[in-house]
Structure formats: C-alpha cells, structure tokens
C-alpha cells in the first residue's frame, strides 16, 4: 500500500497518478475495514475512491499538454498570472504553521503524565444515546464543534471556487463541448436518481450504524457531477440565490441550534434533553445538502469554465 | 466456511494486484482505466465477502457506496480526459 501511495504521487504521468490514487482509495478503505473502522472505510469509499477520483480526471482534462511529461502539472492555472510576491507570502505562511505547530507542541509537553484520554468517557455518552451509532454521535454531538467548523471550511471551499469562477475567464485550450451521447445520457438518467436514494440512506443509516452526513453529501454530489458530465439540465452550475442558500444551510442550521442552545441556558451546540435524535437527523440532512451542493459546485465550477472561454458570466452573478 | 470465504477474499487480493501490474504497464490510458474500474468491482466482491466472513453487515453498504461510484470515474475519464488525448495530436500517455 505503501508503494502505490509513493506510485501514486511520482508515478511518471499525472494520469497514472490519478489511476493509482483510485486504487489506493480501494485499499485504504479495505485498510479501514480490516481494523474495524466500517465508518471511515464508508467515507473512504464514497470521497476517496469515488468522487475525488472524478475530480482528479476533471481536472487532469483541463491540464493541458498532459502526456508529455508529468511537469505539465507545474504549469500555472488557467487565467492565473504567476504570482509575484509569492515566495515571501509563503516563507511568512511557513513560519506561522511551523509556530502553530511548535505551540501544538507545547501543549501537548504540557499534558499530564497520566493522561486518560477521552475515548471511555465518550462511550459511556454514547452507550446512552439516543442514537445508536457513535460515529454520529461524536461527530454531531459531542464533538459538533468540530464538524462545525469542518462545514464552515467546506463553506470557505466553496466560496473559493465560485471566486476562481468568476476570475478565470480566459482558458487558453477549451474542452470542447461534450455533445451528448445517447449512453451517456442513459447512464445519467438512471444513475443519478439512484445516487440521490442511496444518498438518502446512508443518511438515515447513519443513525443506527456506519454511514451519515459525509458519505451521504459525497453521494450527493456524485449525482451533480454526473448531471453535468452528461450535460443534463443547464449543464453548470449557476450562482443564484438558491445555490447560496443550499451552500450555507449546513452553517447556518449549525449557527441556529447553536445560537437556541445559548438562549436556553445550555452550551454552545449542547442539545435539549429529549430532542437529540431530533436535532441530529436534522443538522445531518442541512449538512448532507450543503456537503452535495458544495462538491457539485466544486466539479461544477471547472466544468463550466472551458465551455464559456470568452463571455464574462455576468448574468449568473448575484449582486453581492 | 469461512476459511474458504477467508480464501476467496485473498484470491481477489491477488486480482488486485494484477490490476496493479496492468496500471504499472499499461500502455494506454484506457487499460489504466481499465484497471481502475477493476478495482472497483474488486473493492465491491472483497467487501461482501469480508462482510460475510467479520459479520459486519455495514460493510455491504461500503461495497453498495463502492458500486454506484465507480461509474462516476469512467464517465469523468471518457468525457474529460480521453476526449482530449484522442482528439488532440497524442495519442497515448
């Protein structure tokens, strides 16, 4: 395994890369399985192997010049002027990850002896939980700060891509257009309904065992980036309002529970007695949807890139 | 029973890594493809059996995630990058 992540990284063409990422994804999820981590192996399967794979490909469509040698991938991006002041920027960047992680350090120095860690008392929490799989439990309860912030990064993500969006208007190659072809569109048609229902499942699956908001969203989003690759519906992703809405409500859903936690007395994100099942399943579902929303946008924004090399997408941009 | 189950999961181990090999010589991008996708009916017949052989019934769901997925990367491959590479002046990777 080790040998295919070290193949995957300096194999001699990026499409090779791409190849061995995808079966690296199979045998860490196998990897996962063997010590008996079916959640992570789940998650593993569903964003390792399966959609960043697609988005690696995608991605690789749109470096140009890609069989020659793998220093086509150093190329600057399209519509990417080279960055000046880069080096600078990164010293200063560097240094402060080094000092966060000299402070981490620190910290860590600092523990007791004895330290107990939190995983007994976490089980006792979740032997009692309303909900059964704890996963979930710790992801959307106990730890919710952290998923929390995982979704606002996802948030961040995505605002990054709607940006490169609207920056990169010039493409010096342009993909030419998909034209539909009748198996793709089959294929599409049949798939992407299916991926929403299994979607569905592994979100209520999650509640009892291995599944929940991060596979389910990658589910999500698989079916978006299936639409578009067989150019189904407008065939990209537009800016509206409603993207906007769906892109934040895992956020927003979060800030919201937080914020009624606050005004009944209770710790940030802490849930009422007698409604955590409740809350759980929610924030899941807001989540689930915002994770989707984000990698459909996420492919979605470079697919529509090539596409509309010259037209500056002003009539998708919501005045902000 | 299980031994033998034990047994079919290493033989589809063993495809595994002659898909590894195929991936290493390819020549084309297809058979690389080719051998991707391998891996993930692979990835979905180890999972069932294993689901059998450690009676973790989840694990069907990881194999479930395993088979709907793989398509995605064929289609992201024929659409994104094969058009470009046979469509443009080289032909192989």
């Known amino acids: ?320 | 029973m299980n031994s033998i189950l034990t047994l079919f999961a290493a033989f589809l181990m063993l495809n595994v890594f002659a898909g590894l090999v195929r991936v290493a010589r390819g020549p084309n991008p297809p058979d690389r493809m080719a051998a991707a996708q391998l891996f993930g009916t692979l990835g979905v017949a180890i999972l069932l059996v294993l689901a059998k052989v450690m009676e973790a019934p989840a694990l069907v769901d990881t194999a479930l995630v395993f088979a709907i997925l793989g398509a995605l990367a064929l289609v992201a491959f024929v659409s994104r990058v094969w058009r470009r590479i046979a469509g443009g002046e080289e032909g192989s990777a």
């Open chain 1, 1 to 320: 395994m080790a040998l295919v992540a070290w193949r995957a990284i300096f194999a001699e063409t990026l499409f090779k890369c791409v190849v061995l990422f995808i079966a690296f994804g199979l045998l860490m999820s196998l990897a996962w399985v063997r010590l008996d981590a079916p959640d992570i192996a789940l998650a593993e399967a569903a964003i390792g192997a399966g959609i960043t794979g697609a988005l690696m490909l995608d991605a690789l469509g749109h470096v140009a010049g890609e069989p020659a040698d793998r220093s086509a991938g150093d190329m600057p991006l399209p519509g990417e002027a080279p960055p000046p002041a880069g080096e600078p920027l990164a010293l200063v960047l560097l240094a402060g990850v080094g000092g966060l992680m000299g402070l981490l350090g620190l910290a860590v120095w600092g523990l007791p002896e004895v330290y107990r860690g939190v995983a007994e008392p976490a089980l006792a929490e979740v032997a009692d939980h309303p909900v059964a799989n704890a996963a979930t439990v710790v992801l959307l309860d106990l730890r919710a700060y952290d998923t929390f912030l995982e979704m606002a990064v996802f948030l961040v993500a995505a605002l990054g891509a709607l940006i490169l969006k609207a920056r990169a208007i010039r493409e010096p190659r342009a993909i030419p257009p998909a034209h539909g072809s009748e198996m793709l569109h089959a294929v599409a048609v049949w798939l992407a309904p299916l991926m929403v229902l299994v979607a569905g499942y592994l979100l209520w699956a999650g509640t009892a065992r291995s599944g929940g908001a991060f596979p389910a969203g990658a589910m999500l989003g698989a079916a978006g980036v299936l639409l578009f690759l067989a150019q189904i519906g407008r065939g990209q992703i537009a800016d509206t309002r409603v993207m906007r809405l769906l892109l934040s409500i895992g956020v927003a859903t979060f800030l919201v529970a937080g914020a009624a936690a606050f005004l009944s007395d209770r710790a940030f994100l802490e849930h009422a007695p007698g409604t955590a099942y409740a809350m759980i399943v929610l924030i899941e579902a807001m989540i689930t949807i915002s994770i989707g929303v984000t990698l459909a946008l996420l492919y979605g924004a470079s697919a529509l890139d090539p596409r509309t090399p010259e037209a500056e997408p002003t009539e998708e941009r919501a005045p902000s």
